[in-house]
């Protein structure tokens, strides 16, 4: 069974901090996704990685794919209110069934 | 353009009792997957159809669940006999081609009760 272990589970922070969340398995994956989810909503996409060592930056977000595509992270510089929600990783074998993994929720205070 | 839909948005029931929850999936998208989340955790994979057939449904937890695609279109996941523990939401997806680089997109669930 392939499982995703995200650490922390829970981050409190104050905006304008900045903070890493990780994900890790013992399983390799052939891509790796981050997606963020609100209250009452599906889980959005926000970066797929694909090569090991990859990195991928979205504005204040950096995703970064472990050479050994088992790990990834993803890091926000100056957090703002408006991230906060559900961090979910989720690895693929062909983008059909995806693995999701524990999730972190983050609360970024003004 | 409209997005994934499902309905209801919340279902309350009984134990026992046998609930239909719908996907309307994007328009033309051929792969459609159902996800289950319970409080707290990540979305857990269900069953995955590419047009009408189920083309992997390994993760459905017992045969009190079943899910029907039979236009290559709209899905319904099906729970008999309904459990405490079948509790959660349950989120459908679809994707264009189901193949590749594929991006699965989210309905907002369904948020099930089991009384």
């Known amino acids: 069974t392939q499982l995703l272990e995200q650490s922390p589970q829970f981050l409190s922070i104050q905006e304008g901090e900045n903070l890493t969340v990780y994900c890790n398995s013992s399983?390799?994956?052939?891509?790796l996704q981050w997606y963020r989810q609100e209250p009452g909503e599906g889980p959005v996409l926000l970066v797929t990685?694909?090569?090991?060592?990859e990195v991928k930056k979205l504005k204040r977000l950096t995703f970064q794919f472990g050479d050994a595509r088992k790990d990834s992270s993803l890091h926000i510089t100056a957090a703002q209110p408006g991230d906060t929600g559900l961090y979910l990783c989720?690895?693929?074998?062909?983008?059909?069934?995806?693995?999701f993994g524990t999730g972190t929720r983050l609360l970024v205070s003004p | 353009g409209a997005g994934v839909s499902q309905t209801p948005s919340n279902k309350v029931t009984e134990k026992g009792k046998y609930v239909e929850l719908r996907c309307d999936p994007i328009?033309?998208?051929?792969?459609l997957y159902w996800y289950r989340q319970s409080l707290g955790q990540g979305p857990e994979f269900l069953i995955y159809?590419?047009?009408?057939?189920?083309?992997?449904d390994s993760g459905l937890p017992n045969d009190r669940f079943f899910a029907v695609r039979p236009e290559g279109s709209v899905s319904t996941l099906k729970i008999q006999r309904t459990e405490r523990g079948d509790s959660a939401v349950y989120l459908c997806?679809?994707?264009?081609?189901?193949?590749?680089?594929?991006?699965?997109?989210f309905g907002p669930g369904t948020r099930l009760t089991v009384l």
């Open positions: 997806a679809s994707s264009a081609s189901g193949t590749g680089s594929d991006t699965q997109y």
């Open positions: 399983s390799v994956f052939s891509s």
């Open positions: 990685v694909v090569t090991g060592g």
């Open positions: 989720a690895g693929g074998t062909g983008f059909q069934k995806l693995v």
């Open positions: 328009s033309g998208h051929t792969a």
């Open positions: 159809f590419q047009g009408t057939g189920a083309a992997d």
